[in-house]
């Protein structure tokens, strides 16, 4: 089970080197969200299968959930036009490393509305995390545009977080991700003719092998939630060290980490796999 976190955390490390080298390749902010939710809808159908023949599909008709489904179209488009600006002025490791602030402010949140505590352990698991991220931050967060897509990256994805546990209680993951995803690519399909398509086939086939990862990330994870809740909640540390990791050996134009970046890092791995530790 220990290889499996490992492997999950490995892949979810790949897929943002990918997304890095579709933000290299000059890729838009509407042509990647337009595309990531594209491509994700064919994956979400061999993950409805998987579930079928499995636990089975759970669909309930709810105004919460549809409702919900709404909530989480504007913040998946919202989140989806960041990366790009993100990845535009962020190496891989700095963004996962940023991305870690998202699971301390979904911590704090918990703690305020009482679902959580806080303890001396989460208390030096925010400091870590904080000191780490303010640590590996450098002239680049002066740039206006970099501040707003962090800041709107990091929201939405919280609140994605708990959208997808709330209308996760009326529909199976797979039917929720299918129907978010082909929403807004039903929505959001004009001007994408075929001769569009064909013209950017290979921004299109980044786009697909980025997804293959993100779709092995997303079913590995689900495998180890129902097997080990504990366990799962160790991918994301990992991923950081991971994604630090391969800075070295991945032949990218970006600087090399520096010693004070794997220092960062490492304090906000252990800031987070601390604070795992304190909710398990």
Not at 50 to 67: C, T
Not at 158 to 183: E, R
Not at 203 to 210: A, C, L, M
Not at 256 to 279: E, R, S, T, Y
Request: proline share 1%.
């Amino acid at each position: 089970m220990i290889l499996v976190v490992f492997i999950t955390a490995l892949i979810s490390s790949i897929a943002v080197y990918i997304d890095k080298h579709l933000v290299n390749k000059g890729i838009s902010r509407k042509d990647y969200f337009y595309y990531m939710c594209f491509s994700m809808v064919p994956f979400s159908i061999i993950m409805i299968i998987v579930e079928a023949l499995n636990n089975g599909i759970k669909f309930e008709f709810s105004i919460i959930a549809i409702i919900l489904l709404i909530i989480a179209m504007f913040l998946r488009y919202k989140k989806q036009h960041t990366i790009v600006g993100c990845l535009t002025h962020l190496n891989p490791y700095e963004s996962s490393t940023y991305m870690s602030l998202g699971i301390i402010l979904a911590f704090i949140i918990d703690s305020i509305i009482g679902v959580k505590q806080f303890n001396l352990i989460s208390i030096a698991s925010v400091t870590l995390t904080l000191i780490g991220v303010f640590t590996i931050a450098d002239v680049k967060l002066n740039i206006k545009s970099l501040q707003k897509d962090l800041l709107i990256r990091i929201m939405c994805e919280v609140g994605l977080g708990y959208v997808a546990h709330y209308i996760l209680k009326y529909w199976s993951n797979a039917i929720y991700i299918l129907l978010l995803n082909l929403s807004l690519t039903i929505l959001f399909s004009k001007g994408y003719t075929w001769k569009y398509h064909k013209e950017h086939k290979n921004i299109i086939k980044w786009v697909f092998i980025q997804q293959s990862f993100g779709f092995f990330t997303v079913y590995l994870g689900n495998y180890l939630s129902s097997n080990s809740v504990t366990l799962y909640q160790f991918v994301k540390p990992i991923t950081i060290v991971l994604t630090i990791i391969m800075a070295y050996f991945m032949k990218i134009q970006e600087k090399k980490p520096k010693l004070k970046d794997l220092f960062a890092v490492f304090l906000v791995a252990v800031g987070i796999g601390l604070l795992n530790i304190a909710i398990g």
